[in-house]
């Protein structure tokens, strides 16, 4: 049960480190995710919390040094290429809601449009802008000119940068941005004939192809379109488990379009049950009750999250609670549960099947579930979301997920950060057929659900 629970502390060092050895009992502590479920959450009393302090807590402190969760930046995973900060923060701006978009200025325009120009001519070496920056913000512009209300659509300085800049870009973008960015010819004038014409390379970039362009013109998708096209292209890249079946700018292009398009009922049902049996149907543990916690997955930056700590005293009174998420997630990029265990020593990395050990556990009903594990399709696209900036629709489906399952009565509780997401989730919750939810405005307010009569 240990392993399950636990990392080994770093070995002790040779004479004059300032780590001493780790007695055996400090080794068998139970750590980050064991509680006892009598109702008393104790740890031996302070003399026996002192002395571990003092046997073990220098060891910790070491770890400390190389991942300290006050610098969620150490977790990020290594090898992601970095996004072009110029054009990422155009993105920032762009690719957002028809009310929350604020249009550039000329200046501002001109400076992300060059940039692009010379990135793509192989001018920016150090900081090239990605495919996906590319898609994201081009779907953006797109979407705006089609149908967001006059007053975030192109301003003057943006169509006059443009006039300015597309005769040149058209001769050095890739043809699926160039379709991006005038997928029907009405945009950019004689410089826009890519477009219509473009269908894609292979059976899964085709299917993308004719989906992005509803999306594009402001449309929507069907259940069974949004998981056509999922399983078709995750996994995704480097990370996932084979090469890119699409274009990078397509798919990124997919996703923001669909978060500025407002996702429907139905398309976010689609994310939420994508891969609901990637890895086989999920195991079933054998407790009488289980709550799921999905907060954000991209963590906090600004305040405390004690999601983590009221789990784990629910956990010693006997409710059994699972928690899902990430190590490092865009676009906060802030501290997350996985981060917190991870310094505390815990096994962040678990199956759904140790999971469920550990939840049936008398003297443990804790468990976290990295994304790495519990869905690979969905965390091999961490590098894209950063590119596209903005959070896309599986920002609000991941949180809503049954990793493991219970015998008994299950609730789950998803937080979320902006104002229109409350419907949603809790929607998502009763597809999900639990007994009770909660989706709760992170820090601030909330609201319940109760879906059975008698809760």
């Given at each position: 049960?240990?392993?399950?629970?636990?990392?080994?502390?770093?070995?002790?060092?040779?004479?004059?480190?300032?780590?001493g050895r780790v007695s055996p009992a400090a080794q068998r502590r139970p750590g980050a995710v064991a509680w006892p479920r009598d109702g008393r959450c104790r740890r031996g009393g302070v003399a026996a919390a002192g002395a571990w302090m003092e046997e073990a807590?220098?060891?910790?402190?070491?770890?400390?040094?190389?991942?300290?969760?006050?610098?969620?930046?150490?977790?990020?995973?290594?090898?992601?290429?970095?996004?072009?900060?110029?054009?990422?923060?155009?993105?920032?701006?762009?690719?957002?809601?028809?009310?929350?978009?604020?249009?550039?200025?000329e200046e501002?325009?001109?400076?992300?449009?060059?940039?692009?120009?010379?990135?793509?001519?192989?001018?920016?070496?150090?900081?090239?802008?990605?495919?996906?920056?590319?898609?994201?913000?081009?779907?953006?512009?797109?979407?705006?000119?089609?149908?967001?209300?006059?007053?975030?659509?192109?301003?003057?300085?943006?169509?006059?940068?443009?006039?300015?800049?597309?005769?040149?870009?058209?001769?050095?973008?890739?043809?699926?941005?160039?379709?991006?960015?005038?997928?029907?010819?009405?945009?950019?004038?004689?410089?826009?004939?890519?477009?219509?014409?473009?269908?894609?390379q292979g059976t899964a970039e085709m299917r993308l192809v004719g989906a992005l362009?509803?999306?594009?013109?402001?449309?929507?998708?069907?259940?069974?379109?949004?998981?056509?096209?999922?399983?078709?292209?995750?996994?995704?890249?480097?990370?996932?488990?084979?090469s890119p079946s699409v274009s990078e700018a397509l798919l990124a292009a997919f996703l923001i379009g669909q978060r500025m398009n407002r996702e429907t009922d139905r398309e976010l049902k689609g994310y939420c049950l994508a891969f609901d049996d990637e890895l086989g149907p999920p195991p079933i543990a054998d407790v009488n009750s289980l709550t799921h916690y999905g907060e954000p997955y991209d963590g906090n930056t600004r305040f405390f999250r004690s999601t983590l700590f009221v789990a784990a005293v629910r956990a010693c009174y006997g409710e059994a609670c699972l928690l899902h998420g990430v190590e490092w997630m865009p676009p906060k990029g802030g501290i997350t549960e996985g981060q917190m265990l991870k310094f505390m020593g815990a096994n962040t990395h678990l199956s759904p099947?140790?999971?469920?050990?550990?939840?049936?556990?008398?003297?443990?009903?804790?468990?976290?579930?990295?994304?790495?594990?519990?869905?690979?399709?969905?965390y091999s696209i961490i590098g894209l979301r950063e590119h596209i900036k903005k959070r896309p629709p599986l920002a609000t489906s991941e949180k809503v997920q049954q990793f493991v399952r219970a015998r008994g009565r299950e609730s789950m509780v998803a937080g979320f950060y902006h104002v229109g997401y409350e419907d949603p989730l809790l929607m998502l919750m009763r597809r999900r057929t639990v007994h009770a939810g909660l989706v709760v405005k992170v820090s601030i307010f909330f609201s319940f659900l109760s879906c059975h009569e008698g809760l």
């Open positions: 049960m240990n392993s399950l629970l636990l990392r080994p502390l770093p070995s002790a060092t040779t004479s004059g480190s300032l780590v807590g220098t060891a910790v402190l070491e770890e400390a040094v190389r991942r300290n969760p006050a610098l969620s930046e150490s977790y990020r995973p290594a090898g992601l290429p970095r996004p072009n900060g110029t054009v990422l923060e155009a993105q920032g701006r762009v690719c957002t809601g028809p009310e929350q978009t604020r249009p550039l200025g501002q325009a001109m400076r992300v449009l060059d940039t692009i120009l010379r990135s793509a001519t192989g001018e920016l070496k150090d900081e090239p802008v990605s495919s996906a920056q590319l898609g994201a913000f081009f779907a953006g512009m797109t979407i705006r000119a089609n149908c967001f209300p006059e007053a975030t659509q192109w301003s003057e300085g943006e169509r006059r940068a443009m006039s300015l800049f597309w005769p040149r870009l058209v001769h050095v973008l890739p043809p699926e941005v160039k379709f991006i960015a005038d997928p029907e010819g009405t945009i950019m004038g004689a410089n826009g004939l890519t477009g219509p014409r473009y269908i894609g362009r509803e999306v594009l013109a402001g449309g929507h998708l069907g259940y069974e379109e949004i998981q056509c096209v999922l399983k078709d292209v995750l996994p995704f890249g480097s990370m996932g488990a084979s099947t140790q999971a469920k050990t550990l939840l049936e556990d008398k003297d443990t009903g804790f468990a976290y579930l990295n994304l790495q594990e519990a869905c690979p399709p969905l």
